[in-house]
């Protein structure tokens, strides 16, 4: 295994608005250099809020968080507002799930990248608007230079993702989080950003976590797989092992409903309920309601986390 670039202990995370909801709990797990860890689950599983408290993009009056987030020897989470704005963009930066909200719609796209990099970067404008070209022709936009001096409506949502992806890696991040980046793009354009992501992930040997409820985006882009469920991971691994064999029986529902060629005619498998409300989560495992294996046990008592950093597992009853 590379050398680790991220430790996340205990991670906690509660909302204190207008009633408390506990978006996170005790959420560990690790990131070698050059690694690809894939979050999933559905939503409302935490995969967003554990991005978001990575970067410290959380509302700070009504949020409650505890644990550790190691990037070397530092704990991000201790860091001070002019600290962390430093920190973001130039060792870690996001990919957001809807680039039309990302951009700023009155400035231009260069406008925006070359902005970016001088914040962090003793670089003049007209050097940041070359590297601002070259990272526009690097994720492969047509007519680079045009689009530097356009603005985000002027750009197709295939297009404004690849922007995103570009103003991201201006900085060169060594920790890429990508929450959900080809959610609002059709299915040939999700294969396009999905290739392009662990292309550039390979090139610049970048840690990368990445936010998905797809499956299949999850075994394209991974090395490894931490499904959650409620604010919890319940269970993690390899690709391999996460899809030849699954434990938990919430990763095997996930597994049972996706799409496949070969079930042409047949009536897909679903998990039955939905997901507990994270302001009355539900005593003992959170997923005992929808789950087929459960016990009186499982009703009454949290199953323990089996968690190494590397692989994990919270069941009574794994399969």
């Given amino acids: 295994m590379n050398e680790l670039l991220l430790r996340v202990q205990n991670l906690s995370v509660q909302f204190t608005g207008a009633r408390k909801a506990q978006a996170l709990r005790d959420v560990s797990f690790d990131v070698a250099k050059g690694e690809v860890l894939t979050l999933l689950g559905e939503s409302g599983s935490g995969k967003s809020v554990t991005l978001r408290t990575l970067l410290g993009l959380n509302p700070k009056k009504t949020t409650q968080v505890s644990g550790k987030v190691l990037l070397g020897d530092q704990n ?10 430093l920190y973001r963009g130039r060792v870690t930066s996001m990919v ?13 796209i260069g406008a925006q990248m070359v902005e970016a990099l001088r914040a962090h970067e003793p670089i003049d404008h007209d050097a940041a608007m070359r590297k601002a070209l070259q990272m526009l022709e690097r ?6 230079q045009k689009r530097l001096s356009a603005y985000p409506h002027e750009l197709s949502g295939g297009m404004k993702q690849r922007a995103m992806i570009a103003l991201a890696l201006m900085c060169d991040p060594q920790l890429l989080l990508a929450d959900e980046p080809t959610t609002a793009l059709d299915a040939s354009v999700q294969i396009q950003i999905l290739l392009l992501l662990r292309e550039l992930q390979k090139e610049r040997n970048m840690s990368v976590i990445f936010v998905t409820h797809d499956i299949g985006a999850a075994v394209e882009v991974s090395d490894r797989i931490a499904v959650m469920y409620a604010g919890e991971i319940v269970e993690m691994g390899t690709v ?4 030849q064999s699954p434990k938990h029986p919430y990763t095997q529902g996930l597994l049972a409903g996706a799409i496949g060629a070969d079930q042409r005619g047949r009536a897909l498998k679903t998990i039955h309920g939905s997901p507990p409300d994270l302001s009355q989560l539900p ?6 309601p929808r789950c087929f294996k459960a016990s009186a046990r499982c009703h ?8 190494n950093g590397h692989t994990a597992l919270a069941c009574w009853h794994p399969l």
Avoid: K, W
């Fill in 76 to 85: 991000t989470l201790t860091l001070e507002e002019h600290e962390m704005r």
């Fill in 96 to 108: 957001f799930q809807e680039p039309g909200l990302a951009f700023d719609p009155v400035y231009t």
């Fill in 139 to 144: 994720v492969q936009i047509p007519q680079a």
């Fill in 240 to 243: 391999h092992q996460m899809i």
């Fill in 283 to 288: 005593t003992g495992c959170s997923f005992a």
């Fill in 300 to 307: 009454e008592t949290s199953p323990p986390l089996n968690n």
